[in-house]
């Protein structure tokens, strides 16, 4: 059996990070898995450490990330934040005009007289200017800090300063409590978006229940969920979180001694179909003590938008022998097993960028080697009901810009015994997160179908975003059971 041999940086950081503790700080130089280069150093023992890590170019290593963590930064934190900086920020250049728009943690503003860009994350702040991250927690001298450079761009930029916020806040620790305190349902913890100091309690998956339009039953399931943690800690503070229709759709947990300030409703509806048509609805919820948002210059927040994809509705059903019939019910769409993993920007799926040459151990042959580069890559998604091949029930999706293009054939009834389906687009907006429906779809049944799927469609991509935003470099919980390989089922 041949010697495992890893690629990723991942394997290397981490045992880098402990060997220059182990030697009191001295300068330590690593060449770690996939052709990456760190560099650690220390001026004084027990003093702050200085990184430099390097990336793997065709020019030779090229420096993508310095670093300064203050000697207060647990180790493990520092291991992890350079491994987010290997696997979300290539060597690309700067543009932090588009950064703002793209974070997912904590609240961007800007300070009258002070160059760069300002993130507001409970008590912690980061500062962002040119090509520099800067990170405090606590008052300067005593508290965690570090300082990171290189020339990333905008997304990569958004997802380290999510990474490094969360690193140096213990996030994730709240939700792990109230996960520990909650009985077995369909629920997922997440920690919140705006403090460290807070988590949400949320249905594992959006789905609408078409018998239940105003999720009603969520509202109570939710209700008695804060009851019973009322019961168990006193010392929480509460907040149902109520959509336009007055249903409870979140719980927010905080400890009473970090005063968290409270979230307030925005509703924002669109469409042909009127504001109230599925689909063409969001609920905005921001906390309280933040100004009018987003509350940057306009020069850091640029409206100007991709222009609308154009959507394709087949004139008339098509017959096809082989089409299936499946009910809405409450089933979800799950990602078919492709080789895809998490990389940056609005669109979770990415695959490597390669380039042909030579294969040195067999000359006349060649192969394809990774560029280091990624691109957005379009996947194939499917009902969970079973692992079959689902025809019509299919759902193509196409990355473009911070849309997503959905390819569906909708069941259209039968003739004659043979099924009918009719092809259609959808347009997914991410960066909205609302689904956009043909006008050209008449009203009744058929359209009804396409916003149900629609909003799957939707739910499965924000999952796909929120594993990758907990770290995961691969899809896994988006995916069917049978490809995650999962225990069977002991449920007789």
């Not at 703002?100 to 702040?125: D, I, N, S, W």
């Not at 008339?316 to 993993?341: A, H, M, Q, S």
């Not at 380039?355 to 990774?370: G, H, I, M, S």
């Amino acid at each position: 059996m041949s010697e495992f041999e890893p690629v990723s940086p991942t394997y290397g950081l981490s045992d880098a990070v402990v060997a220059h503790r182990l030697r009191g700080g001295e300068r330590l130089r690593a060449d770690l898995p996939g052709g990456y280069r760190l560099t650690l150093r220390a001026r004084e023992l027990g003093g702050p450490v200085q990184a430099a890590l390097a990336a793997p170019s065709p020019t030779g290593p090229a420096r993508i990330c310095t670093a300064r963590f203050s000697a207060f930064t647990p180790l493990p934190a520092v291991s992890r934040v350079l491994d987010a900086v290997t696997r979300y920020a290539p060597a690309l250049p700067d543009a932090r005009e588009a950064v703002a728009r793209l974070l997912t943690t904590g609240a961007p503003f800007q300070q009258p007289g002070e160059p760069g860009l300002f993130v507001q994350f409970g008590p912690a702040q980061a500062w962002l200017d040119g090509r520099r991250l800067s990170v405090t927690l606590g008052a300067p001298g005593s508290g965690l800090s570090l300082i990171l450079g290189g020339p990333w761009d905008a997304p990569s930029t958004a997802r380290l300063t999510a990474v490094v916020l969360r690193e140096l806040t213990a996030a994730e620790e709240l939700a792990g409590q109230v996960a520990s305190l909650l009985p077995p349902g369909p629920w997922q913890i997440l920690s919140d978006q705006w403090h460290p100091h807070a988590a949400l309690v949320l249905p594992s998956s959006p789905r609408w229940d078409p018998e239940d339009p105003l999720g009603r039953r969520v509202s109570r399931a939710l209700r008695d969920l804060h009851q019973g943690l009322c019961a168990d800690r006193p010392d929480w503070d509460f907040q149902e979180l109520i959509s336009a229709e007055g249903s409870a759709v979140a719980l927010r947990v905080s400890p009473h001694d970090h005063a968290v300030p409270h979230l307030l409703r925005t509703v924002v509806g669109d469409g042909a179909f009127g504001p109230g048509e599925l689909g063409n609805t969001r609920t905005t919820f921001l906390p309280t003590d933040l100004p009018a948002f987003p509350c940057l210059a306009p020069a850091l927040m640029p409206r100007a938008d991709a222009a609308p994809l154009d959507l394709y509705v087949a004139p008339e059903p098509e017959r096809d022998i082989y089409g299936v019939k499946l009910e809405l019910g409450g089933w979800r769409y799950v990602l078919d097993k492709n080789p895809v993993f998490y990389g940056p920007g609005w669109y979770p799926f990415h695959k490597h960028v390669t380039r042909r040459e030579k294969d040195p151990t067999a000359p006349l042959n060649d192969r394809l080697v990774p560029t280091g580069a990624t691109v957005p890559a379009p996947v194939r998604i499917s009902p969970d009901v079973e692992n079959r091949s689902w025809r019509n029930e299919y759902v193509q999706l196409t990355p473009v810009d911070h849309y997503v293009k959905a390819r569906l054939q909708l069941y259209a009834g039968d003739e004659q015994g043979c099924p009918l389906v009719r092809t259609v687009t959808l347009q997914i907006d991410l960066r909205a997160r609302r689904v956009r429906i043909p006008d050209q779809i008449p009203p009744g049944p058929l359209r009804h179908q396409a916003a149900v799927k629609g909003e799957r469609i939707l739910g499965l991509l924000t999952a796909a975003l929120q594993e990758r935003a907990h770290g995961a470099s691969e899809p896994r919980a988006v995916l069917g059971p049978w490809d995650r390989g999962d225990p069977p089922s002991t449920d007789a």
